[in-house]
């Protein structure tokens, strides 16, 4: 599953490749939400006073139930000769994986007293109920069934086995963010380096948003250009983008809010024909006239607790593309374009009640 290289979606990410995390993090959308019962009001009245925070105590647990989809496809035209003549003839493989499970999340101590002002809470996340991947495979064989079994075999590497429990300790923020998590704390996907999509795995598949420096203000959005730095890219434009939502009253079990964050950032790469991938592209050669554009975007739509700021629900989605220009094709009238993509689909709902997984 050479899904090579990386597309922005709309995200903007880190300053280089042991940055990016930081950055990336910000990938949670924040929405108010209220019980059904005249907590639109409460919204409205706190707007331009409150700048959330996520606040713990000490024993706190939560239980969330995790739906991850990993998809990757490669597509594009090849030449093929009919006599004297040159055609483009179009093809796409692809394929996809689910799996689900379900995160068991405790603070385990706080700095200081209880408020844990200024400093980091323990979280101790105990993940367990895995369901078995289900697999589907689209385009001819049988270079599909072989993006099928490398993304099986990635995602495959990273499940315990049958009923054990993978523990991930890390420390929670005042303002979200979370640090460190070790990197078998998320499955480490088949990409080109830096590897964006699975540095950004590792803290979205999280039940938890770092939270804007700004007051609540539903229907804000602001937009902020980003100083991006990664190797063997050239050219980068960055940006992220965060809004504030108006709640959606019939969704939510307590008053809550939403922000959704779209981060993207794009640049020229070296061509995957380059062989060392190292060759610049904003130098074309003749035999690739046209270099190589990647490109990475992530979107995150959370729910939050105005209580004290913890993840009620969230959807977050990110990939990285990357699309080229090989040689041309002898005799054909324009040169075939190819493109390799990796994406990632999360959903984060917080249990009430039962918490089976399928």
């Given at each position: 599953?050479?899904?090579?290289?990386?597309?922005?979606?709309?995200?903007?990410?880190?300053?280089?490749?042991?940055?990016?995390?930081?950055?990336?993090?910000?990938?949670?959308?924040?929405?108010?939400?209220?019980?059904?019962?005249?907590?639109?009001?409460?919204?409205?009245?706190?707007?331009?006073?409150?700048?959330?925070?996520?606040?713990?105590?000490?024993?706190?647990?939560?239980?969330?139930?995790?739906?991850?989809?990993?998809?990757?496809?490669?597509?594009?035209s090849h030449a093929q000769k009919v006599g004297t003549k040159a055609y483009l003839r179009p093809f796409n493989e692809s394929a996809e994986q689910t799996m689900q499970w379900r995160a068991n999340i405790q603070v385990t101590r706080m700095p200081g007293d209880g408020a844990a002002q200024g400093g980091f809470a323990q979280i101790v996340e105990q993940d367990d109920g895995f369901s078995a991947l289900e697999t589907h495979a689209l385009g001819p064989l049988p270079h599909a069934v072989t993006l099928q079994d490398s993304l099986r075999a990635t995602l495959g590497r990273w499940m315990p086995s049958s009923g054990r429990t993978l523990t991930c300790s890390y420390s929670e923020a005042r303002t979200g963010g979370l640090s460190p998590i070790p990197s078998n704390c998320g499955p480490a996907l088949q990409e080109d380096s830096p590897a964006l999509l699975s540095r950004w795995l590792l803290l979205a598949v999280r039940p938890a948003v770092a939270l804007p420096k700004r007051p609540i203000e539903l229907g804000a959005t602001w937009t902020a250009p980003r100083a991006v730095e990664l190797p063997g890219w050239s050219a980068i434009e960055a940006s992220e983008e965060n809004s504030w939502l108006a709640p959606d009253e019939n969704a939510a079990t307590e008053p809550a809010v939403r922000l959704l964050t779209v981060q993207q950032i794009a640049g020229n790469v070296a061509s995957p024909e380059s062989g060392s991938g190292n060759s610049p592209v904003n130098n074309p050669t003749k035999s690739n006239p046209a270099g190589a554009r990647a490109a990475f975007h992530a979107e995150s739509l959370a729910t939050v607790s105005l209580k004290n700021g913890a993840v009620l629900a969230a959807s977050r989605s990110a990939s990285r593309e990357l699309s080229w220009v090989p040689a041309l094709a002898k005799g054909a009238g324009r040169p075939p374009r190819f493109h390799a993509r990796l994406a990632a689909e999360i959903t984060v709902e917080e249990c009430h009640g039962s918490c089976a997984t399928p």
């Open positions: 599953m050479h899904t090579s290289p990386t597309t922005s979606r709309r995200g903007s990410l880190a300053r280089n490749a042991s940055r990016t995390v930081p950055f990336l993090w910000p990938l949670a959308g924040l929405l108010v939400v209220m019980a059904p019962t005249g907590h639109l009001g409460m919204a409205a009245a706190i707007q331009g006073s409150l700048q959330l925070t996520r606040t713990f105590s000490t024993g706190e647990s939560r239980q969330y139930r995790i739906q991850l989809v990993v998809r990757t496809d490669v597509g594009g």
